[in-house]
């Protein structure tokens, strides 16, 4: 990023004459900022969003796509038992306690009906994920759409917001932010790429943006675990949202937190997913032996893999879960990439490991299921995928400042705000990326609608 590129806030009395208007600006259009938009459309509110990308994909896209939620339609018509009470504790099972309490239970209540309002009002055709529990889950509540991508997720909701009659301006780059008195925001300046700048003025900015988890210098001050890992995530999380923050003196909490996995195949740059290791899989390093418990979680599972010989292991499973592992998409252009190889005996797998067999032997035999040949292993490391951590917001997803009163018409979520996952690795909850995405969009546009019809 060259110092033209970097995040500025900009203090003037006005934007420049001539600057087109709109009641609500969003920055990024992933999950975040496209529910967000459905939303402001369904209550009849004009809004612009801001993408960098020629066409939108973001973390969004590079996910696996599942949204975890309590007490929806699709999990009612399952005979599932869910609440959002069970889901918030859930989390902070999880998270030891730690993750923020106001935005547990903000999510976990809002989820649900953000689902179902895109389930029923634009067409997303949701279905549970069936046959495995992602590990910390006590329920399934995992929703996807038949795709079971994050590509496709990211697509049904562009399309939906476009039929919405959201306006969608691509390629825009946002570096500037307009601020007046009392740090209002007044509006944007964004880059295209010509290299030219345009601007947009709005009453109500919502940063649905990114992390910071592809700025190395900022992955190395706050997340040192990681500054040597493999970034896994989108090119967006460039940390602008925290550039901001910290000029506008805002508060920032959860800095520490990131969903880590410790299944990305080597050479081939694919997830893994993690599926595998939660039905009976297990992890091996290049000696053959196991190193930690998988059922965890594939987020701390990141720092384990990389703390082994080379900064690698094998995921080791077998025909059983070879089946489960081509219902994934992603499993399927893995496998088609050569990242699976298969061996007819424990004798014959330590070849491919490179380990000793009875050492192999030893481990397999204490698994936590029985595997049995022909066996199956992939190489993978561990990468960093996407930081949870960011601007402090209240529940209404108003960013806080330092003094902890609340920006008049800042709001922040998904990858741009703390999260929900404490501040550390292990905090991590399968899918409370895309809960946060998907809720504090959900949230954020009622609290823009709010403050539009208080002004």
């Known amino acids: 990023m060259t110092p033209h590129d970097e995040p500025r806030v900009v203090r003037a009395a006005a934007m420049p004459a001539g600057t087109p208007a709109v009641p609500v600006a969003i920055v990024g259009a992933g999950a975040c900022g496209l529910t967000a938009a459905l939303r402001l459309r369904d209550a009849g509110i004009d809004c612009v969003l801001l993408e960098r990308d020629a066409v939108p994909q973001g973390s969004t896209a590079l996910s696996s796509g599942f949204v975890p939620a309590a007490g929806t339609a699709v999990q009612r018509a399952a005979g599932v038992d869910d609440s959002p009470e069970r889901f918030a504790a859930d989390i902070q099972a999880k998270a030891h306690g730690t993750a923020a309490a106001h935005l547990v239970r903000a999510y976990t209540e809002a989820i649900a009906p953000a689902l179902d309002a895109l389930q029923q009002r634009h067409g997303l055709a949701f279905e549970l994920l069936d046959g495995f529990l992602y590990p910390g889950h006590s329920v399934r509540r995992m929703h996807t759409l038949p795709a079971r991508t994050g590509a496709a997720l990211v697509g049904a909701l562009t399309a939906a917001a476009e039929r919405a009659g959201a306006m969608l301006v691509t390629d825009a780059l946002v570096r500037e932010l307009w601020v007046g008195d009392g740090d209002r925001v007044l509006g944007v300046g964004y880059t295209r790429p010509d290299g030219g700048v345009e601007h947009l003025a709005s009453d109500v900015l919502l940063l649905a943006c990114n992390g910071f ?212 690795v292990w905090g991590y909850l399968s899918g409370n990326g895309l809960l946060s995405a998907v809720a504090g969009g959900y949230i954020a546009a009622h609290t823009a609608r709010e403050l539009l019809e208080a002004a």
């Open 213 to 424: 988890g592809g700025h190395r210098a900022l992955v190395a001050e706050l997340l040192p675990e990681m500054r040597d890992a493999t970034f896994a995530g989108h090119v967006g999380n460039d940390g602008s949202a925290i550039a901001w923050a910290r000029q506008l003196g805002l508060a920032l909490a959860d800095l520490g937190g990131y969903q880590g996995h410790g299944s990305w195949a080597v050479p081939q740059g694919v997830l893994i997913t993690w599926a595998l290791m939660a039905e009976g899989g297990i992890q091996v390093n290049a000696h053959g032996r196991r190193f930690h418990d998988e059922t965890q979680g594939y987020s701390e599972a990141a720092v384990h893999v990389l703390a082994q010989p080379g900064g690698v292991a094998w995921n080791v499973f077998d025909e059983r879960l070879l089946a489960l592992g081509r219902t994934f998409p992603d499993f399927r252009d893995a496998e088609a990439a050569g990242a699976l190889r298969r061996a007819d005996s424990i004798d014959a797998l330590a070849v491919v490991i490179g380990c000793d067999a009875q050492t192999l032997a030893d481990t397999l035999a204490s698994a936590r299921r029985p595997l049995a040949p022909p066996l199956y292993a992939i190489k993978v490391t561990g990468a960093l995928f996407h930081t949870q951590g960011g601007l402090d917001i209240d529940a209404r997803c108003r960013a806080r400042r330092s003094d902890g009163t609340v920006h008049p018409n800042l709001l922040a979520a998904g990858g741009a705000a703390r999260g929900v996952s404490g501040n550390a």
